[in-house]
C-alpha cells in the first residue's frame, strides 16, 4: 500500500490532469464551434452575394565530462530513463503552434510562495514549445506541480520542473516535436530555459528546465529546445534553493534538491 502522502500526491496528480484535460477539451469544443459558426457565416455570405450578382461561384551529459557523467547521460530528460518512441510524430491533442503567434510573451513562475522569477518565451525561434508552454500556464496545469530534479556541478546546473506526477513520470496527454532553437554548440547559458525530453526529439511534453548556471549538455542525440529564458529572479532562485545541494545525488550528479520545489504560480500575457 502507498504512504498517505504518495496516495495523496498521485491523486493530486491525477485530478490536476484530469482537470486540464477537461479544460481542453473545452477550448477545443469552443474552437470547433467557431469554426462552424465562420463557416455558416460565409456561406451564407456567399449565398446573398451569388443571388445578389448571378455570378458563378468559383537528452545528458555535459561536454567533456568523466567517464561515469557520460555514460549516465541522464541528461535534462523528461523520464528518469528515457526511451525513444516508436514512431517520429506528435502523440496526443497537441495544442496548435500558432497560440505562440511568432511574438514574444512575458509572464512569471512563481516557486515555493517567494521566489518569483521573470520569464519570457520565445514565440518566433520556438512556435511550437512556446505555443505549449502559454496554453499549459493558460490551463494552470503547473500550478501545484514540483521541480523534481536538480544539478549543480560548476559546468551542470538546471533545475528541471513540470511533471504531472512530480517524480519525472506523467505528462498532459500528448507528446510533440520537433526540437526548436537549438544551440549548434550545445552551450546552454545561465537564464536559458528548454524544454526536456526522453530519447526521441517527439518526446517532449510537459516538463521544462531552468539553467542557473551555463551549463554544457551532449548535442549528439540533437540538444533541447530553447523556449525562452528567465529575465529576473536567478540570484533568488540560486539563495533560497539551488544553493542548499541535493539529495541523494545518481551516476549522473542530478537528484532531488533538498528544498522541496513547488509551482506555486504562473502567468503569462503577450509581450509589448
Keep these: 500500500m502507498a504512504p498517505k502522502n504518495q496516495a495523496r500526491d498521485n491523486r493530486e496528480a491525477r485530478e490536476r490532469l484530469r ?3 477537461a479544460r481542453q477539451g473545452l477550448h477545443e469544443r469552443q474552437r470547433r464551434r467557431r469554426v ?3 463557416v455558416v457565416g460565409v456561406g451564407v455570405l456567399v449565398l446573398v452575394a451569388a443571388l445578389a450578382t448571378g455570378s458563378q461561384l468559383a537528452f545528458a551529459g555535459s561536454r567533456g565530462a568523466d567517464h561515469a557523467r557520460a555514460t549516465a547521460t541522464a541528461t535534462a530528460s523528461a523520464s528518469p530513463t528515457p526511451s525513444a518512441s516508436a514512431t517520429a510524430g506528435n502523440t496526443g491533442e497537441v495544442p496548435s503552434k500558432d497560440i505562440a503567434d511568432g511574438r514574444t510573451w512575458t509572464g512569471t513562475l512563481t516557486l515555493n510562495d517567494d521566489v518569483e522569477l521573470g520569464i519570457e518565451l520565445d514565440g518566433e525561434r520556438a512556435p511550437q514549445a512556446a505555443s505549449v508552454e502559454i496554453d499549459l500556464i493558460r490551463k494552470q496545469f503547473y500550478q501545484g506541480t514540483t521541480c523534481h530534479r536538480l544539478a549543480d556541478s560548476s559546468d551542470f546546473r538546471f533545475l528541471q520542473c513540470g511533471s504531472a506526477n512530480g517524480d519525472g513520470t506523467g505528462d498532459a496527454g500528448f507528446e510533440y516535436g520537433p526540437l526548436e532553437n537549438v544551440p549548434s554548440d550545445g552551450e546552454y547559458a545561465a537564464g536559458t530555459l528548454a524544454i ?3 530519447a ?3 518526446s517532449q511534453s510537459t516538463q521544462f528546465f531552468i539553467v542557473y548556471g551555463d551549463t554544457t549538455l551532449d548535442g549528439s542525440s540533437g540538444g533541447y529546445t530553447v523556449v525562452g529564458k528567465v529575465t529576473s ?5 540560486e539563495s533560497e534553493i539551488t544553493s542548499k545541494g541535493i539529495t541523494s545525488p545518481g551516476a549522473d550528479g542530478t537528484g532531488e534538491p533538498k528544498v522541496a520545489t513547488t509551482i506555486t504560480g504562473a502567468t503569462i500575457r503577450e509581450g509589448d
Design 196 to 198: 526536456a525530453r526522453g
Design 36 to 38: 462552424r459558426d465562420d
Design 200 to 202: 526521441s526529439p517527439y
Design 233 to 237: 529572479g536567478l540570484d533568488d532562485l
Design 19 to 21: 482537470l486540464y484535460q
